[in-house]
């Protein structure tokens, strides 16, 4: 299977005017801290929902139906903010027909699949019908929760073993490695992390997670708010990031499930 990223581009100009009405209309909504998700799991494993309402438990994401039937699915108001959860194993083909099923009926909900391992083209063959994010069953709650998080707010989210994959992919001319599935699993070794970011650019990171401003960043560890700036700049050119939303992404993906290690954050 070859990857079409002409076709790839194509697909996401069409979703933009989906995407700039969400952007005014709902997405106000979905930055308010206090304002829950309307959430729907979709997934005919029982255990699994359980699990699923237990990762979800205390947060935003409030689990309003559970079906592993697209046809019984409730109609919710327009202008709010809805999330469809995917958690059954499929086939890129049934992924594909449900996002494209799902976004013709809630043209304005954003959809993330649960999965363990998925071939990197089809991870974007998927994104290119509407899919908005996926996670990973090796993710840690924390991330998984950040990652529904910044899917709300308009951003899309795949693993870094994911992206990368497809970047290598496209520089190698998609000629190696095609239709080798690989683990959904996030870089999150603290040996590969220490080599990337130092105890201080860490720290600030965490803060960056947690959507702390610079001045907050300054004032917690008793730093200039002008040297938060030049590490947060050191940050984004380490993480290959361009603004401080990707650079939470990234320690989303890559860096949550290693933040007990006291070596790595100091202060856990």
Same mark, same amino acid.
């Given at each position: 299977m070859t990857l079409d990223f002409n076709e790839l581009d194509q697909g996401a100009r069409?979703?933009?005017?989906?995407?700039?009405?969400?952007?005014?209309?709902?997405?106000?909504?979905a930055q308010d801290p206090f304002q829950n998700i309307t959430t729907v799991v979709i997934c005919q494993n029982i255990l699994l929902?359980?699990? *699923?309402?237990?990762? &979800?438990? $205390?947060?935003?994401?409030?689990?309003?139906?559970?079906t592993g039937d697209l046809s019984s699915l409730s109609t919710f108001p327009e202008g709010l903010p809805v999330l469809f959860l995917i958690c059954d194993g499929r086939s890129?083909?049934?992924?594909?027909? *449900?996002?494209?099923? &799902?976004? $013709?009926?809630?043209?304005?909900?954003r959809i993330v699949a649960l999965t363990d391992t998925m071939d990197p083209q089809e991870v974007a063959k998927i994104c290119k019908e509407g899919l908005d994010g996926l996670c990973t069953t090796t993710m840690d709650r924390h991330a998984i929760v950040k990652a529904l998080e910044l899917v709300m707010l308009g951003e899309t989210f795949i693993p870094g073993s994911i992206g990368m994959s497809l970047l290598d992919q496209l520089q190698n001319g998609l000629t190696s490695g095609?239709?080798?599935?690989?683990?959904?699993?996030p870089a999150n070794d603290p040996a590969i992390l220490m080599n990337k970011l130092s105890e201080r650019e860490a720290q600030i990171l965490r803060c960056l997670t947690q959507g702390s401003s610079n001045k907050l960043i300054a004032r917690e560890?008793?730093?200039?708010?002008a040297t938060v700036k030049v590490h947060i700049k050191a940050i984004l050119r380490k993480v290959k990031a361009v603004n401080r939303t990707q650079a939470a992404m990234w320690a989303a993906g890559h860096f949550a499930s290693a933040q007990e290690s006291k070596d790595l954050i100091p202060g856990e």
């Open positions: 069409a979703s933009m005017g989906h995407n700039v009405v969400y952007k005014e209309q709902i997405l106000p909504i929902r359980t699990g *699923i309402s237990h990762i &979800l438990s $205390g947060t935003r994401f409030d689990i309003a139906e559970q890129t083909s049934d992924y594909v027909q *449900i996002v494209k099923d &799902l976004k $013709g009926q809630y043209p304005h909900a095609l239709g080798q599935p690989v683990a959904l699993m560890l008793g730093v200039a708010e």
